[in-house]
Every structure is written in structure tokens, then in C-alpha cells.
């Protein structure tokens, strides 16, 4: 059944070089990584390639390849029985995220270069017994929406405050209960370009006001718009047309000439044309006949070629 659609797409042109203008300025000059705070700051950049970063995952799983105890309660070693491993890390690099079914294992040891910091939850106090409202404590170091609690989430505390370590990092649980964890760090290349030197965690160390606002507009649209002074300076620009897409059929929704990175995809449909675009698929090949960047979008998942000239500028 065809239906009508309303698109919108945004976009940045980026600046343009030569192949040999282009290697030259890479053997010169990577480009620079976002670390700690600043990957949230320049979120825009997520989808850049880093050279001379890794990320990791670790959790507390069954080292035998079994899933015994869904994979909870595995600790690398014990020092002492407030003190059970379930992470040791050479650095230097930031933990950016920890998972924790629940409150197991808090309170938690967060050892940054060798300085030992305890974290926890609220409901550490009596573990028997689940509260409404639970939070992170220090809180302050530990905010919504950095970080989440199973009062929440209905099953897991969750923290995305970035942890910085210049020689290790070891975290370790006080209780061994279903002692469950899941965690992601990156390392960083010596010489590698960062926004900013990887520096040791600290109690005092609080997650700035911009980065807590920002994540509190999850769900809105940050995008600069293109008729805006930063969407000007940004080189935003903006397309938008509307198409007729039978069963069966394709459509070019956009071309790009020159290098320049999608910022914004934007669909709408009638409300009673809901259910005939859930078998609409959006493809973007790498050009038809040449390099171009183009979105294309096919109803009923049959993705041909097909091309059009009724791109608007918004």
C-alpha cells in the first residue's frame, strides 16, 4: 500500500583536501581522541574512527565457558575477605562503564593507582530488604544520569562516570553474594592524541554541570539546526522533501557531494500509514556510480537503484 512520507535529513559539510593533501596532514596529525568528559561533550564525534584507542569488555564470567551461576561470583583472586577481584588493569585508561545486578557486591572497591576508594549503594545498609529509592553514594561523585540504580532500571546499578587510572585500576567487591559485573575501559596509545591528558580518579573528583545537562536531554533533539548562528558555523545544512513510495518500490532521498557526515535523519508518516512503514528500510550505499554519500529508502525490503532529482533544500 503507497503512503506519503516526510523527510528531513541533516548534515555537515566537512572540509575537503586532496588524496595527497589528505595523507600528508594524517601522517602529520591523527585526529584527536575524546576522552573521559569530553566523550560526552562531543558527542558529534561518536562515530569517528580513533586511532590509538581500545576498548575492552570484562565481566565476572565463567572462565570454563559454562554459565555457572549466570556467570556471577567468578573473582580473579581474594587479598582478603572484604576484598574479592573481579577487575586488575594495567593502565593508563578510563573505566566508562560498570554493571552490577542489583547491589551485589557493594560495597564496592574502586582502587585507582594503588589508592583505594569505597563505593556504594544506599541499599548496602541492609541488603535484605530493596528500597524504592536507591542511589550511589558518594552520590555527589556518582549522579543521575551517570549513573542508575535497580529502584530504576527493575534489575541493575549501572555507573557511566568515567574512572581515570594512569598505572591500574583493581575493583573488588565486599560481599561475594551473586557477585555479578560487567565493565568497559579503554586504553590509549602512548602518543596518542587525547582532548586531555588521562589523569587518577579521586573523591573529589565531581562530573561537571554541562556533561549532567546534556545526558538529561536524552530523547530530545540536540542536533544544531541549519538556519541557526551555530548551525552556520558548524556548516550545517539541511534537506527535505516528501515522496509517494508504493509496495515494492524505492526512493532517492538524498544525495551528499564532497566528504560530509549525517547528522539527523528525520521520517514522518501519517498515523493511519504507521503500520504499512514498519516494512520500510533505509539504506545509505556509498553512491551509485560514484563516491557521493546517498540515503536511499525502499518500502517491503526491495532495495534497488533508483535515482530522482526531487531533492529540496530546505
Given amino acids: 500500500m503507497p503512503f506519503s512520507l516526510r523527510v528531513v535529513l541533516l548534515f555537515a559539510i566537512l572540509t575537503s583536501w586532496s588524496p595527497v593533501e589528505q595523507n600528508s596532514l594524517f601522517a602529520q596529525q591523527a585526529p584527536e581522541i575524546p576522552v573521559g568528559f569530553d566523550a560526552y561533550r562531543q558527542w558529534d564525534k561518536w562515530p569517528y574512527q580513533r586511532l590509538g584507542a581500545r576498548a575492552y569488555m570484562r565481566s565476572t564470567y565463567d572462565r570454563r565457558g559454562n554459565n555457572e ?90 555507573m557511566w562516570v568515567p574512572i581515570g587510572f594512569e598505572d591500574r585500576f583493581r575493583m573488588a567487591y565486599s560481599r561475594t553474594f551473586y557477585g555479578t559485573g560487567y565493565y568497559i575501559y579503554h586504553h590509549y596509545m602512548r602518543g596518542a592524541r587525547l582532548s586531555q591528558p588521562v589523569s587518577a580518579w579521586n573523591e573529589h573528583s565531581v562530573p561537571p554541570d554541562d556533561v549532567l545537562d546534556l545526558l538529561r536531554h536524552a530523547g530530545t533533539d540536540i542536533a544544531p539546526q541549519a538556519d541557526t548562528e551555530k548551525g552556520r558555523q558548524l556548516g550545517i545544512k539541511s534537506q527535505s522533501k516528501t515522496i509517494k513510495l508504493p509496495s515494492k518500490s524505492t526512493s532517492l532521498l538524498a544525495r551528499l557531494e564532497g566528504p560530509a557526515m ?31 554519500p546517498a540515503v536511499v529508502i525502499g518500502n517491503d525490503r526491495q532495495v534497488t537503484k533508483f535515482e530522482t532529482d526531487e531533492v529540496r533544500a530546505q
Avoid at 573473582?75 to 545486578?101: C, K, M, S, W
Avoid at 574502586?110 to 542511589?135: A, F, M, W
Avoid at 549525517?262 to 560514484?290: E, H
Fill in 262 to 292: 549525517i547528522r539527523a535523519i528525520k521520517l514522518s508518516v501519517p498515523r493511519d500509514q504507521s503500520l504499512n512503514f514498519d516494512d520500510v528500510r533505509i539504506r545509505t550505499p556509498n553512491g551509485f556510480n560514484n563516491a557521493s
Fill in 69 to 158: 551461576s549466570a556467570d556471577a561470583s567468578h573473582f580473579l583472586y581474594q587479598l582478603r575477605d572484604d576484598f574479592n577481584v573481579t577487575l586488575d588493569i594495567e593502565g593508563p585508561g578510563i573505566l566508562y562503564f560498570a554493571r552490577y545486578n542489583h547491589w551485589h557486591g557493594s560495597p564496592w572497591h574502586y582502587e585507582v593507582d594503588g589508592r583505594d576508594h569505597i563505593v556504594k549503594e544506599t541499599t548496602t545498609k541492609d541488603p535484605t530488604k530493596k528500597l524504592k529509592h536507591s542511589v550511589f553514594l558518594p552520590e555527589q561523585q556518582f549522579p543521575n544520569p551517570l549513573t542508575f540504580t535497580y529502584s530504576t532500571t527493575k534489575g541493575a546499578d549501572l
